[in-house]
């Protein structure tokens, strides 16, 4: 039983009419003003029984504990020495340490108000001198808003090669303004730097391989439930198939997972392309690939009836798109790349493992529900025909508008990678065209 021609023609001019008409999921953000960022600096370093934290902090910060003013606002510190309390109080209940676990006690504090041109946070051993340094003259005239409160806090610790951790709650109102960078200095080994923002949460400072597996598990998985063209891809990748063709799926999965994987570890030592221009050329490509896929499904199916018979081969471009896609995953991994520790390949390891469980578990859902959704042979050729314009509509809209975003980009002179990259992307529409004319001339010989 095959699709009626008039039921064909309709479909096909729903397919090409719904890819002009306003995408129905944006993945543009509403332009908006950058906020101000605040900046927070901390060295943390372990020594024989005592951790220490040296924190600089901006005063805007503390802005709702009415510090004591004198004159046009300048800070009266004459009469601060009541408020460092409260000002300790505060920085110990928003930076809280641990060790194995455990939260450290009670420290020793050591404070200092210092000028925004006093610039001493260059290295631990500089912070630590100027915060338990000669306090600021009394008479200064330090803005209660343009200064900064330095804090040392010294912890006592069972051992300088614990695991020690630190949950950031400072700044958890400003999470979009305030960063904070944390330097982790473990005895005999490298410092770890890490950059975070306000209200972060709980931070690993040497994590162990377990944490490190686990932590890019999660992130793995998360990203790839979030990642909506991501999903789109896959959805047009399974739209076709039948439980006849399940081993064929499996091919199709499995070179996507290669492919990605190779470029996410490249992306990941930095074997790609610097500059403005190559995140939004590969976030281009992504929509472009999910629009072919959706456009492979609607063409095999007017012209047979299934999209089926194009999936002999389906690996073969779906491990080309895989690589293109890695580099999107890499765009995500690269912030998160700082929680490695010394776990550097197996916290790569392990976030391929969250995108694949995150794919398992996608699948294990849309496949059965396609199963009993579309259960007769026409009204799976239909189902497949409308998913699949639906998604090539939201995709097309996708790729023009990340195609406008590559006016604004200053491209290289000569760059290979560019050239790789729009080679794959000629031989994919290259690809397409013949499949298609090929498939056109096989229908017409057969009618004939």
Known sequence: MTIPNLTVRWLLALAFAALL??????????????????????????????????????????????????GPGYLDLARIEGSLDRLVQAVTQSFILYENGERLGVPIAHTRFSHPSEDAFGTFEAAWSHVTGPDLPPQSNLFWNQGYFDVALVYSAASPDSRFGVDVLLGSGLSGRLKLFVQFLPPGGEPRAYQVHGGHGWLELDPSWHRAAFTFVSLGFGHILEGIDHLLFLLCLVLPFRLEHMWRLVGVVTAFTIGHSVTLLAAATGAVPEGNWFPPLIETLIALSIVYMALENIVGTWLHGQAATALRWRWLITGAFGFIHGFGFSFVLQEDLQYTGGHFLLSLLAFNVGVELGQLLFLLIVLPVLALSLKTAPAQRAGVMILSVLVAHTAWHWMLERMAALEYVQWPEVNFAVVTLLAIATLLAAYGALWLIRRRREVARIRA
Do not use: C, W
């Open 21 to 70: 008409l306003p995408p129905l999921v944006s993945r543009s953000a509403a332009a908006h003003d950058i906020p101000d960022e605040i900046l927070v600096n901390s060295f943390i370093k372990p020594d024989s029984g005592r951790l220490v934290a040296v924190t600089r902090i901006p005063l805007s910060l503390f802005e709702g504990m009415a510090l004591p003013k004198r």
